[in-house]
């Protein structure tokens, strides 16, 4: 049986988040194998620290090149592109059969529409994006002449033309060739992306899904598999169990509540450090936190996103980062880039119970991998906090007066006594 530190080590180690990162921007092929091991970056149109995908590879990184990412997904014949995973998400182009395969979310679809009109529709969007691409939903619908509105399953005004370029999307027929400036999708047809793919049987892309998800979580139960990129439960037991078989998947068991045990699965390739000493400012779309319930479960933390919490009911603010030191989730820090001021605005900054965590306090390692307190959790925020502004262009970091949590006073004072770690 996995222990909980051991547990969370392995997670860590697979998500390549359990060191510190080099000074510096990184080389060609860690970004490479970042991006490989990962598997997907959400996508989301929130913007207020920065473009959800972009900021899980800072957290691993550091100071890397957004462009880099950018091109990813916008050249030729794209190693990355965008496609319904986890949620919208840049997923490597390899799987994009697989999750063609298995991903058919029917609120987005044309389904409700009269046949002949959607194939009709379908055609000749079709015949446009094979002579102007790449195109926006705008731009066809400009084209095509069609206007007029439905009230999609979101509240968002969708023309008959958008509905079916998403059903188009949805079913395969399209491809996004990356997003513009005002994060529109840009649609082509799917040759364009990868001319020579073709969907798996479900099978088939099931298993190639839970192995990608396996890798990069290193440990995990069959409800955290099966959400790395939503399929069924059912599916990835299954999947889990033919991987086994296979010698891709072992079986372990993780300690539960109360005494009890947990099924779960490691991967073969799943390394277990001695130590993790990373040091990281993890956001709500992170690949490490996909799965709540793993979250809590591994490092005693519950994390909900305040953007979709009525602001009441908010307990941790409207936009917070988990803080990540050692092998501890130790803190939520609620930002926002203040572009126009050039500052990263501190809304609020809460310590996180070292009680709560499952099996122990686990390691908080400071610079000297010695079990951090409050103290050095705030200079190590402080310093990190300094690392984010600088990334994103800002120049100072300013915790607001009225920030809420019980770490904005320390944290203020400690900021302004540390000038050597400001951008």
């Known amino acids: 049986m996995l222990g909980y530190s051991e547990a969370r080590r392995t997670a860590l180690a697979a998500q390549l988040i359990h060191q510190r990162r080099r000074p510096g921007p990184p080389g060609a092929r860690k970004f490479r194998s970042t991006l490989d091991r990962l598997g997907v ?6 913007n207020i620290l920065a473009r959800a995908h972009y900021v899980p590879l800072f957290s691993r990184l550091g100071p890397y090149d957004p462009a880099l990412l950018d091109r990813l997904s916008h050249q030729r014949h794209p190693p990355w592109t965008e496609y319904w995973a986890h949620e919208a998400s840049l997923v490597p182009v390899r799987l994009r059969p697989a999750l063609v395969a298995v991903q058919r979310r029917t609120w987005m679809t044309a389904t409700g529409l009269d046949t002949q009109i959607r194939d009709e529709l379908s055609h000749q969007i079709l015949t446009l994006l094979s002579a102007y691409r790449p195109l926006t939903a705008r731009q066809v619908e400009g084209r095509l002449g069609h206007h007029g509105g439905h009230q999609g399953h979101w509240g968002w005004n969708w023309s008959v033309v958008k509905r079916v370029l998403e059903d188009l999307f949805a ?10 400036p005002q994060f529109e999708r840009r649609f082509v047809p799917a040759s364009a992306i990868d001319p020579a793919s073709e969907v798996p049987d479900r099978h088939a892309a099931v298993l190639e899904l839970v192995d990608t998800a396996a890798r ?17 439960v059912t599916a990835a037991r299954a999947a889990a169990v033919q991987l ?7 079986p372990v068991r993780l300690p539960g509540l109360r005494g009890t045990t947990v099924a779960a699965w490691r991967h073969a390739e799943a390394v277990t450090p001695r130590a993790a000493t990373g040091r990281a400012l993890v956001s709500p779309f992170d690949p490490l936190v996909f799965h709540r319930p793993r979250v809590e479960a591994l490092f005693g933390v519950r994390y909900r996103l305040g953007i979709y919490t009525p602001a009441p009911k908010r307990t941790r603010g409207y936009y917070s980062l988990l803080f990540l030191l050692g092998e501890r989730l130790v803190a939520q820090v609620d930002l926002k880039a203040d572009r126009a001021g050039k500052v990263l605005m501190v809304r609020g900054a809460w310590s996180e119970d070292p009680g709560a965590v499952p099996g122990g306090p686990g390691k908080a390692s400071g610079s000297g991998g010695r079990a951090a307190g409050v103290g050095q959790v705030v200079v190590e925020l402080a310093a990190e906090l300094g690392e984010l502004a600088r990334w994103l262009g800002l120049e100072d970091v300013v915790v607001e007066g009225n920030a809420d949590g019980d770490l904005p006073v320390e944290l203020r004072r400690t900021w302004r006594k540390l000038p050597e770690i400001r951008p």
């Open 244 to 250: 086994h078989h296979e010698g891709v998947l072992e």
């Open 216 to 232: 990069a979580l290193g440990v995990a139960t069959e409800a955290s598999l099966a959400d790395y990129y939503r399929i069924t």
């Open 171 to 180: 079913s395969g027929q399209i491809a996004s060739a990356g997003r513009n």
């Open 41 to 46: 970056l959400q996508v989301d149109s929130v």
